[in-house]
């Protein structure tokens, strides 16, 4: 692939954390506050949320921690969170019947009853597998929730469901679903956890959804049955064929390792373009006998214009840098560094983009 423009490595930024903190967060947000940017983190160790100071070691790390039994506990292995503000703190848990409201002082508010059917009446659960860049988008009226039907994962109706649901949370309804699995899916082959969609608000405020197995990105309008498929035949080397359907676990963890997928797209409104991350394919094991891990493989970040055309592309050194760890800020594209000096700092480079 040839292309004009590429990513460069322009800065990196160390944070002082203390010993509750971890250096690094697979479920987080970035958000605005007095002023003050912080990174909020949920810590599966501690069972809180933390809230990190991104500018300057001036301000000390808040934490809050939640109940280990009881109403207000909350599980380590918690899905969603969302911070409206210091009275609305959103926590979704996997088939629980209820979410749960917090504040700053981690007292429990509410626990509103959840219900998501689709339009046939299958149940619904949300669900983020943040590791693979998977999110929910929260908006005042409408929350876009990753989910999956009450349907056994490796059998072929799965697949005939909608991924995404768009939620009321005033009058707990279901307005609609989206987010259709393509037809490498719908077919005798298995992804495993690679069947996961990532959701991208756009620009021009439609939802981008990208598929691991399929390079095409699928563009939606919210209420529209309209849906443009951006193709990239320059891309169709990374096509995943999956595995057989009822393959051992085994077998998908060999996939997961060996295959090309195509990871989460982000949207960067400060340089107007997009980032998209691309695992390659790689032998099972390496030269020294040993079995290889995803981040072991060859990266790289495709940067695409505001109308979804590839610009440019980067290898990213993923023994260096972790993309699974990564947000934008005015300043470039942060993702996580796994070379730090001192236990007690958290590392992130800093990327932009330029001519070549």
Do not use: C
């Not at 918690?78 to 002082?105: P, T």
């Not at 929260?138 to 490796?154: K, R």
């Amino acid at each position: 692939m040839n292309f004009t423009q590429k990513m460069v490595s322009i800065d990196t930024h160390s944070i002082t954390i203390d010993s509750l903190t971890l250096p690094f967060y697979d479920y987080f947000q970035v958000i605005e506050e007095n002023g003050i940017s912080y990174l909020l983190g949920f810590n599966r160790q501690q069972v809180s949320l933390d809230f990190i100071p991104l500018d300057g070691d001036s301000i000390p790390i808040r934490h809050i921690f939640f109940e280990e039994d009881g109403p207000g506990s909350i599980e380590a292995d918690l899905d969603m969170f969302w911070y409206f503000n210091s009275d609305s703190i959103v926590m979704i848990q996997d088939r629980s019947k209820r979410m749960k409201v917090f504040n700053v002082r981690g007292e429990l508010l509410s626990a509103p009853a959840v219900q998501l059917r689709d339009n046939k009446g299958t149940q619904l659960y949300p669900v983020a597998y943040a590791h693979q860049g998977q999110r929910p988008i929260f908006e005042t009226s409408n929350w876009i929730l990753p989910v999956y039907p009450d349907i056994d994962v490796a059998s072929a109706n799965y697949y005939k469901k909608d991924k995404f649901v768009v939620w009321d949370p005033v009058t707990n309804e279901a307005k609609t679903t989206f987010g259709a699995y393509p037809e490498v899916y719908r077919g005798d082959a298995y992804y495993d956890i690679l069947r996961e969609p990532t959701l991208t608000h756009s620009h021009r405020s439609t939802y981008l959804v990208t598929f691991p197995a399929d390079p095409s990105i699928y563009e939606y309008i919210l209420d529209s049955s309209n849906v443009v498929q951006h193709h990239y035949p320059k891309l169709k080397q990374y096509e995943n064929v999956g595995v057989k359907r009822y393959a051992d676990f085994q077998q998908f963890v060999n996939h997961y390792i060996s295959s090309a997928w195509f990871q989460q797209v982000l949207f960067d409104p400060y340089r107007q373009v997009y980032y998209r991350f691309l695992k390659e394919k790689q032998d099972l094991i390496n030269p020294q006998g040993t079995k290889n891990t995803a981040l072991d493989a060859q990266w790289k970040i495709l940067i695409m214009d505001k109308a979804l055309n590839v610009v440019g592309a980067t290898d990213l050194d993923t023994q260096t840098y972790n993309p699974m760890f990564t947000f934008v800020r005015k300043n470039g594209l942060y993702i996580f560094s796994n070379e730090r000096k001192n236990d007690d700092e958290m590392v992130f480079g800093i990327f932009n983009w330029e001519e070549e």
